[in-house]
């Protein structure tokens, strides 16, 4: 079955620091991967995505995400916090042959001044 | 240009009545898709449509139903309200080419929501 987790319901960083929000996902054939961000009562907003090509995707905000196929993980990145980045995180994957997406639970991401 | 419109923001209905939220695009996009985020769950997906005319079920679609008449507007029907259907509801809508879709797919594009309360 096609699944994607993400181990941390919150992460603390402090601002200037780099951050890592971690996403893990198992599907069969090729992953589609997706991060999307939320912030207080919006809707989600796309951040970046990784369908093939280089590793390393880079997205908006600063943000970049690794797809690492043996280790099967999507990890966000970003090399200086920011105070505003402060939200939930979504990991997704695509489902190969469908239309469909299915979510993780989400990270809360905050960063201290 | 709006992007992805929902209302209402806010609603409490009481068990057993019945209620549309409305969802409507303004982008073009062929492909629309409703979800339900519950605390600590990430989102489920209720419903989605491929294009006017065109439904289907995801993983939650009990207790609900979906018309798409037009490309722009994907309204979604709670017909019996019930407690377990208190959530956040979102639609969001994509653009995607050729018969594979996730990998032709562009990102999908959110509304702001509805905050529903049954009680």
């Known amino acids: 079955a096609q699944s994607v987790a993400q181990p941390e319901d919150q992460v603390n960083v402090a601002e200037g620091n780099p951050l890592t929000v971690k996403c893990t996902y198992s599907v069969s054939g090729n992953p589609y991967l997706f991060w999307y961000v939320q912030y207080p009562n919006r809707g989600l907003q796309f951040l970046l995505k990784?369908?093939?090509?280089?590793?390393l995707v880079k997205g908006s905000y600063g943000f970049e995400a690794e797809f690492n196929k043996s280790q099967t993980s999507f990890h966000l990145k970003k090399p200086s916090a920011l105070v505003s980045d402060s939200a939930l995180y979504f990991c997704a994957v695509g489902v190969s042959g469908t239309y469909k997406y299915i979510f993780g639970t989400g990270t809360r991401l905050k960063v201290l001044a | 240009n709006a992007g992805v419109t929902q209302t209402p923001k806010f609603r409490i209905l009481k068990i057993g009545q019945s209620m549309t939220l409305q969802c409507t695009q303004d982008m073009n996009h062929n492909y629309m898709y409703w979800y339900r985020q519950d605390p600590g769950m990430g989102l489920k997906l209720i419903y989605y449509s491929v294009g006017a005319g065109i439904t289907d079920k995801g993983e939650v679609p009990n207790g609900y139903n979906v018309s798409r008449s037009t490309t722009e507007d994907f309204p979604l029907r709670l017909e019996l309200a019930a407690p377990s259907q208190t959530s956040v509801y979102f639609c969001a809508s994509s653009y995607t080419l050729g018969w594979e879709p996730v990998l032709s797919s562009y990102e999908q594009y959110f509304g702001p929501g509805t905050r529903l309360t049954v009680t």
């Open positions: 990784y369908i093939t090509g280089d590793n």
